[in-house]
Nanobody, 123 residues
Framework: QVQLVESGGGLVQAGGSLRLSCAVSGLTFSTYAMAWFRQAPGKEREFVAAISWISGGTMYADSVKGRFTISRDNAKNTVFLQMNSLKPEDTAVYYC????????????????WGQGTQVTVSS
């Protein structure tokens, strides 16, 4: 079964950068998509970015376009989220998610989830 493990979260100042990693194991699907979601206290979980494991095609939430970049290294079985120009409103627990099939923006379309990693952006 697919297992996802996030890492790279931390505390940064507004305007700074962080790079999150998600290591995937047990992937056997010919078509698979991975995504990043985030959830801030008192807020619903929201889509951040997604990528096709095979093609590398990406999707981004409007709130992070131009600032965040999702990428993958198939050889290392790892997906990354490079976060630049961070804002306090980016503070949240970031989750790595996966699904068999194409990219989706709804959390309900993903069945594989990591444990989450905290990202805190100070003012």
């Amino acid at each position: 079964q697919v297992q996802l493990v996030e890492s790279g979260g931390g505390l940064v100042q507004a305007g700074g950068s962080l790079r999150l990693s998600c290591a995937v194991s047990g992937l056997t699907f010919s078509t698979y998509a991975m995504a990043w979601f985030r959830q801030a206290p008192g807020k619903e979980r929201e889509f951040v970015a997604a990528i096709s494991w095979i093609s590398g095609g990406t999707m981004y939430a409007d709130s992070v376009k131009g600032r965040f970049t999702i990428s993958r290294d198939n050889a290392k079985n790892t997906v990354f989220l490079q976060m630049n120009s961070l804002k306090p409103e980016d503070t949240a627990v970031y989750y790595c998610a996966g699904r068999s099939g194409g990219k989706r923006t709804s959390e309900y379309e993903y069945n594989d989830w990591g444990q989450g990693t905290q990202v805190t952006v100070s003012s």
